[in-house]
Nanobody
Framework: QVQLVQSGGGLVQAGGSLRLSCGAS?????????MAWFRQAPGKEREFVAL???????YHADSVKGRFTISRDNVKNMVYLQMDSLEPEDTAVYYC??????????????????????WGQGTQVTVSS
């Protein structure tokens, strides 16, 4: 199973920016898989944030569209989430996730956490007002 290791996050004022990174450890490769970011705020269910397909097609939740950008670097075996214009409502633990389908199409999309079989350890993002 692919192990995902996250970095980034922290405390930022509203309107600020943060960048989250997620990489596969060891000899695992994420290039054949769609990758996503989810987040979970206290007392709330895990929420879809963004997905990037194997070919780089991206999808973003309406709540973050225009502010967050998911990207990937298959050479470096990394996925990123650039978060700009952060709002206090973005405060949550953020998780990267690997889709369970090998070699999915460029148009593949899922926002269902059960479609993802490997998860990062989570990283706290706190936005102060």
């Amino acid at each position: 199973q692919v192990q995902l290791v996250q970095s980034g996050g922290g405390l930022v004022q509203a309107g600020g920016s943060l960048r989250l990174s997620c990489g596969a450890s060891g000899r695992s490769f994420i290039s054949p898989y769609a990758m996503a970011w989810f987040r979970q705020a206290p007392g709330k269910e895990r929420e879809f944030v963004a997905l990037i397909s194997t070919t780089g097609r991206t999808y973003h939740a309406d709540s973050v569209k225009g502010r967050f950008t998911i990207s990937r670097d298959n050479v470096k075996n990394m996925v990123y989430l650039q978060m700009d214009s952060l709002e206090p409502e973005d405060t949550a633990v953020y998780y990267c996730a690997k889709d369970r389908t090998f070699g999915s199409s460029s148009g593949y999309y899922s926002s269902d956490p059960t479609d993802f079989d490997s998860w990062g350890q989570g990283t706290q993002v706190t936005v102060s007002s």
